[in-house]
């Protein structure tokens, strides 16, 4: 069974400070993404990343995959109140339709 | 264009009892998935239909049963329900010409298990 931990699981800090959560497996993913869902709704898609090593930027939010392709990481620049939500980082793999989910991230960004 | 809708938003059943929830998947989307989410366990896959069929299966038991229309809209089913069914369950569409599987979540129904 692929299991995916995530660190840490509640997350509070002032706005403007920088933070990062950590996606870690024993197993190996194809591809691994990260969602930011809010209380009532779904998991929004933020990013996939598929090469081992691969780094995006989406404006002040940059995720990383590791060169084994087990983990990842969310860093955070500059959190605004608008960040604040649960994070969650899902592994696939190519062949199999399912997403195995990570345990979460539950932010809250203080004003 | 028009995201994923799941209906209804929230229900509330009794043990013993049984529901269906329903998803419609975006337009042109082939690939449904569900999902169930608890504070406990989090999110775990339920199963996955693409062209009417059930390509994949979670570890639920037989209880939770799904299907999927020749439009793509797909049904979750839950017989003999259990308190600890209650949970938010979580459909997801893909186009899967997409290869690296973007998912777009609809919004969940709450089921409530008294």
């Known amino acids: 069974t692929q299991l995916l931990e995530q660190s840490p699981q509640f997350l509070s800090i002032q706005e403007g400070e920088n933070l990062t959560v950590y996606c870690n497996s024993s197993?190996?993913?194809?591809?691994l993404q990260w969602y930011r869902q809010e209380p009532g709704e779904g998991p929004v898609l933020l990013v996939t990343?598929?090469?081992?090593?691969e780094v995006k930027k989406l404006k002040r939010l940059t995720f990383q995959f590791g060169d084994a392709r087990k983990d990842s990481s969310l860093h955070i620049t500059a959190a605004q109140p608008g960040d604040t939500g649960l994070y969650l980082c899902?592994?696939?793999?190519?062949?199999?339709?399912?997403?195995?989910f990570g345990t979460g991230t539950r932010l809250t960004i203080i004003p | 264009k028009a995201g994923v809708t799941q209906t209804p938003r929230y229900l509330i059943k009794t043990r013993g009892q049984q529901v269906t929830l329903s998803c419609s998947p975006i337009?042109?989307?082939?690939?449904v998935s569900w999902y169930q989410q608890t504070p406990g366990q989090g999110l775990q896959f339920l199963f996955e239909?693409?062209?009417?069929?059930?390509?994949n299966k979670g570890n639920f038991p037989g209880r939770f049963s799904g299907r999927q229309f020749s439009n793509s809209r797909s049904e979750m089913n839950v017989s003999t329900l259990e308190l600890g069914d209650s949970a938010l369950y979580l459909c997801?569409?893909?186009?899967?010409?997409?290869?690296?599987?973007?998912?777009?979540f609809g919004s969940g129904t709450r089921l409530t298990v008294v």
């Open positions: 899902a592994g696939a793999n190519f062949g199999n339709e399912k997403l195995t």
């Open positions: 197993s190996v993913f194809s591809s």
């Open positions: 990343v598929v090469t081992g090593g």
């Open positions: 997801a569409s893909s186009p899967l010409a997409d290869s690296t599987r973007s998912y777009t």
């Open positions: 239909y693409f062209s009417e069929t059930q390509r």
């Open positions: 337009s042109g989307h082939r690939s």
